[in-house]
């Protein structure tokens, strides 16, 4: 089949196109993109872009970008059917019949979710990046065919207006320049940044365009000098090799002279160069070559090809003293090497060499490694926006490489912990990890962790996650993980509170939730339209619903009552004992920070479960017109925990006074947790502790210590 057979304006793209493809395709699956072409220009019959240009000018243009990476003819179909199933009548049966199911797979992984309606779009492009990445983890040329696409949509962006330039632009650099990042695609990456970077800051890139532009012309005679001497020594050394100078892109002059605080000059005045070689043997050979021509600066050697980055990016890194006091940045790596380095993954359909084809395969296995960890993520994520969140997290890695005690080589995002390398390990060993050993020393769980150190991780049989590892976290895997455990915690919480709570109600009715008629809780969980007994105990024990309104649906009697067919014995109901140990379902707020012996009422909060207020805190007078949202609760008698208290002193403005105080409560077995000072005048400072006592016997002990002190003009409990 001819290409001149079809009949449209868009003849000389697709000309381009097949002429690209003709280069490594077979003549039957050039005839299959042909007709593929003939489809997608029969779907989109009529549609234009925004530009005005029929929009099957963009699919063919998606396709040459890939054929240009040397893409198989399937994905090139796909390419040119992307946008079929989101914005034609056509579906993805249609496809299968047509092209087969490889295509019509990848196709329908591009395609959004439109028929489902959203609550926010953030919510939207949430759960549609969520699809993408489930199509990823089975076929990786999905997100091939989605950065060629986004590439063009980029490249293209002046047709839409400024606020959905700016929007797309974000994304683009939040998302989609990570992720070719993350898969290795630097050419495709570079590009999408620079693009995004005019979108977003037009008049910051045009400044930085006409510096780059102005002082290019100065500093060739130096490149070319520089340039000289290393091909002079390399060949010297007998190392064949060929020199390249690297020009340094926008974005990147921009996010350093950002993140660094440097000027435009401090940034630019850095030579970059690339030597390529045909062997590993020789990028070390190379190495110890430009290192005898030039110093190189202490700390700034890498070595990424015994180390390969996540996304299988290997390359040798030095900087050096180079003439006139210039600092040269050196990568030096093989051909396969720069191949993998510039098309990631789509290196694998690009390479045939043997070397190059070992070299795309690690990239291909490392980026399905990084998706694998992705979709454990989905799994424990809260919901599509949570996890998003966690994959920004991780598509921003500034890596660091850490040692377990057997040698194996881990790499973590910077700032990263020991609790983030346990997860990084197994989910059991950061779920049961209770200290670390950095380089042999017991250090704390929070440390950051930096390259070279030898991590031993600690664990305890009955270990469980803190939740005050989320504020020390840093993988997207980690955080999720511990989220995942709390929330499964708070659930069994829940479920626990909501059969006190029930069988509080029902004991007014003599009974309790085992001896309630089976046919009746049956009933009820039809009408609720709950799956079970324990999703019913969750909802109550999370205030969702109320224990009393659930009775009066379960009993017969009791809905009798609430319609007035009889007295109600319900007021006499006993009230809820609080042990303190019921966990996040039973809250104890800052506001009066209510401690056993206090008088205490209960407000119900859908979501929260209970939390318990001092009778005389100042919060509760604006819930006063909710009494059905209160409830009767008391403490325990065998309370065995500690709860925070505060205390608010006026001291007479002396030395060693702080220490006295300090040794005072110490004294009677109370822990400091906190200490604020202000100073009121001259003579007197203002100081607050937050202490920990048992109950309010334990307090007064406290206070009637310290009032004994000297200097002590005043001593009180706050909230008081």
Sequence with gaps: MAIATVRSPSNAQMEDLLARARAYLKPKQLETLIRAYQFGARAHDGQRRASGEPYIHHPIAVANILADMHM?????????????????????????????????????????????????????????????????????????????????????????????????????????????????????????????????????????????????GHRKEIVQQIKAALKRRLRQEKIAAEVLGREKHLYSIYQKMRTRTQTFSEVYDVYAFRILVDTVDNCYRALGTVHNLYKPVPNKFKDYIAIPKANGYQSLHTVLFGPYGVPIEVQIRTRAMNEVAEAGIAAHWLYKSSAGEKVANS???????????????????????????????????????????????????????????????????????????????????????????????????????????????????????????????????????????????????????????????????????????????????????????????????????????????HDATMPLIIKGTEGMVVSFPKCCLPIPGDPILGYVTAGRGIVIHRQTCKNIAEFRNQPEKWIDVDWADDINRDFPSEIRLIVTNQRGALATIAGAIADQGANIENIQMSDLDDRYVGMTFLISVRDRTHLARVLRAIRRLKHITRVQRAHS
């Design 363 to 569: 990239a291909q296995q490392r980026a399905r490694e990084w998706l694998r960890g992705m979709m454990e993520i989905q799994r424990q994520a809260g919901n599509s926006e949570e996890f998003l969140e966690h994959i920004k997290t991780d598509l921003f890695p500034d890596e660091v490489y850490v040692f377990t005690p057997k040698g194996e080589i881990l790499e973590l995002p910077k700032g990263a912990t020991a609790v983030d390398l346990a997860y990084a390990v197994h989910t059991d060993l950061g779920n049961t990890c209770v200290g670390a050993r950095i380089n042999r020393v017991l250090m704390p769980l929070r440390t950051p962790l930096s390259t070279g150190q030898t991590v031993e991780i600690i664990t305890a049989p009955g270990a469980r996650p803190n939740p005050a590892w989320l504020n020390f976290v840093v993988t997207g895997k980690a955080r999720s993980h511990i989220r995942h455990y709390l929330k499964n915690l708070r659930a069994d919480e829940a479920r626990t509170l909501g059969r006190r709570l029930l069988n509080r109600e029902l004991e007014a009715y003599h009974l309790k939730l085992d001896t309630v008629d089976k046919n009746l809780l049956k009933n009820l969980l039809e009408e609720t339209r709950l799956k079970s007994l324990d999703a019913l105990l969750e909802e109550i024990g999370l205030a969702r619903r109320m224990a009393p309104i659930v009775v009066r649906a379960l009993i017969p009697q009791a809905r009798a009552e609430a319609a007035g067919a009889s007295p109600a014995a």
């Design 72 to 216: 198989d003819h399937e994905t090139l179909v796909a390419a040119m059917l992307h946008d079929v199933i989101e914005d034609t009548a056509m579906d993805k049966a249609e496809i299968s019949r047509e092209f087969g199911p490889q295509v019509a797979e990848i196709v329908d992984g591009l395609s959004k979710l439109t028929q489902v309606e959203f609550e926010s779009h953030a919510e939207q492009q949430a759960r549609n990046f969520q699809k993408m990445l489930m199509a990823m983890a089975s076929d990786l040329r999905v997100i091939v065919v989605k950065l060629a696409d986004r590439l063009h949509n980029m490249r293209t962006l002046r047709a839409l207006p400024p606020r959905k330039r700016r929007a797309i632009a974000h994304e683009t650099l939040d998302i989609y320049a990570p992720i070719a990042q993350r898969l290795g695609m630097n050419q495709i990456r570079l590009e999408l940044e620079d693009l995004g970077f005019a979108a977003l800051h037009p008049m910051r890139y045009r400044v930085l365009s006409a510096e780059v532009r102005k002082i290019r």
